[in-house]
Nanobody
Framework: QVRMVESGGGSVQAGGSLRLSCEAS?????????VGWFRQGPVNQRELVAR???????FIPDSVKGRFAISRDNSKNIVYLQMNNLEPEDTAVYYC????????WGRGTQVTVSS
């Protein structure tokens, strides 16, 4: 079974930046697939924060538009989430998954933003 592997989280002060990486245990699994980044805060449901298709169509919800960007390196089969101007409200565990036929959720990567 394919596992999603997220990395790059950490603790930053408000206004800081982080870049998260998403890979799959099967190195080629993400190839051509739509991949989303999601987050789940302490009291919130899991929400989508960015999505990129295999043809590089991108969706960023208004809640993070202008601060978050998603990209992918097809040569490495990695999907990135660049987060700038982070706010304390962005504190959450961040997950990635394929949008169609999602796999079991990975462990995620913790992002903590202090004021």
């Amino acid at each position: 079974q394919v596992r999603m592997v997220e990395s790059g989280g950490g603790s930053v002060q408000a206004g800081g930046s982080l870049r998260l990486s998403c890979e799959a245990s099967d190195r080629h699994f993400l190839s051509g697939k739509s991949v989303g980044w999601f987050r789940q805060g302490p009291v919130n449901q899991r929400e989508l924060v960015a999505r990129i298709s295999g043809t590089l169509n991108i969706f960023i919800p208004d809640s993070v538009k202008g601060r978050f960007a998603i990209s992918r390196d097809n040569s490495k089969n990695i999907v990135y989430l660049q987060m700038n101007n982070l706010e304390p409200e962005d504190t959450a565990v961040y997950y990635c998954n394929t949008v169609n036929l999602p796999q079991p959720w990975g462990r995620g990567t913790q992002v903590t933003v202090s004021s």
